[in-house]
């Protein structure tokens, strides 16, 4: 195997992601598997876990459908003994659950602000716990990457809840990095821009892409498998083992738009 190619293997590596089944989840699953990495999709939706899966075998990918509530500590914990059973402790791990809404302001009642803050943002923090805990007491460290969102840091219209919730991953990242960092384990957040993903296709009507191809640079939507190469680098201790507390930006320039 070629030298940079080596940076990039993950042979012999265990990766759950959570939320799996979804369009960016699968890119990521696909991506590891194809790097080398046995991988875990993990969802709520048996049916679109086993689709995938089964898509991941064809290919060679030894790979495992696990169905959970990611806001549940009870199932994630089982989710976990699951995983090791099927292919073995988990040195990746995922949090790529997420939901969105484009309630206004003012109708935004407390059943749906829980809803989302628990699936985008309680998941990530018991995921790490329950994850974390078993690769703090397997000794070997680990990763844990966590899907933020450009909205997480300069407010975009329509998505208050969405974008409180991206916030709170942003800081819980950075809180993790420093606390894990004595075992080994590196958290890090990948900070999408728009891409035509399963909570945001609602939402991106003619007017919304319109506006967001404006304030993007490379001026288009981005596609799935570009955050993959980004992924790979974040779960290979070779390539990224000094790279821990960052938020990585894949958006097209995004964040870097004013006027």
């Known amino acids: 195997m070629a030298a940079g190619t080596a940076l990039f293997?993950?042979?012999?590596?265990?990766?759950?992601?959570?939320?799996?089944?979804?369009?960016?989840?699968?890119?990521?699953?696909?991506?590891?598997?194809?790097?080398g990495a046995a991988v875990?999709?993990?969802?709520?939706?048996?049916?679109?876990?086993?689709?995938?899966?089964?898509?991941?075998?064809?290919?060679?990918?030894?790979?495992?459908?696990?169905?959970?509530?990611?806001?549940?500590?009870?199932?994630?914990?089982?989710?976990?003994?699951?995983?090791?059973?099927?292919?073995?402790p988990v040195d990746i791990l995922v949090n790529a659950?997420?939901?969105?809404?484009?309630?206004?302001?003012?109708?935004?009642?407390?059943?749906?602000?829980?809803?989302?803050?628990?699936?985008?943002l309680t998941s990530v923090f018991l995921a790490s716990q329950v994850f974390g805990r078993a690769m703090v007491d397997r000794g070997q460290g680990g990763t844990i990457i966590n899907f933020s969102s450009a909205s997480s840091d300069?407010?975009?219209?329509?998505?208050?809840?969405y974008s409180v919730s991206k916030a709170g991953v942003n800081i819980l990242t950075r809180y993790l990095a420093?606390?894990?960092?004595?075992?080994?384990?590196?958290?890090?957040?990948?900070?999408?821009?728009?891409f035509p993903?399963?909570?945001?296709?609602q939402l991106l009507d003619e007017s919304r892409v319109e506006s967001i191809l404006r304030h993007t640079p490379a001026g288009r939507l981005g596609e799935p498998d570009e955050l993959v190469g980004t992924m790979i680098w974040l779960?290979?201790?070779?390539?990224s083992g000094f790279v821990t507390g960052a938020l990585i930006r894949v958006d097209g320039g995004f964040s870097a738009m004013t006027i």
Not at 48 to 66: F, K, Y
Not at 99 to 120: A, G, K, Q
Not at 155 to 160: E, I
């Open 9 to 35: 293997d993950l042979t012999g590596r265990v990766a759950a992601v959570i939320g799996g089944a979804g369009v960016l989840g699968g890119a990521v699953c696909h991506g590891f598997g194809g790097a």
């Open 97 to 120: 659950a997420g939901i969105n809404s484009s309630t206004p302001f003012f109708d935004i009642d407390v059943e749906e602000w829980h809803r989302i803050l628990d699936t985008n």
């Open 40 to 88: 875990a999709v993990m969802d709520r939706t048996q049916e679109r876990a086993d689709d995938l899966v089964a898509a991941l075998e064809a290919d060679g990918i030894r790979a495992t459908a696990v169905l959970l509530d990611a806001s549940d500590r009870a199932s994630l914990e089982r989710a976990r003994l699951e995983v090791e059973e099927r292919l073995g």
């Open 178 to 194: 420093r606390e894990l960092a004595p075992y080994r384990i590196r958290v890090n957040a990948i900070v999408p821009g728009f």
């Open 235 to 239: 779960a290979s201790e070779r390539a």
């Open 197 to 201: 993903a399963g909570q945001n296709r």
């Open 154 to 161: 300069i407010p975009l219209s329509r998505v208050l809840t």
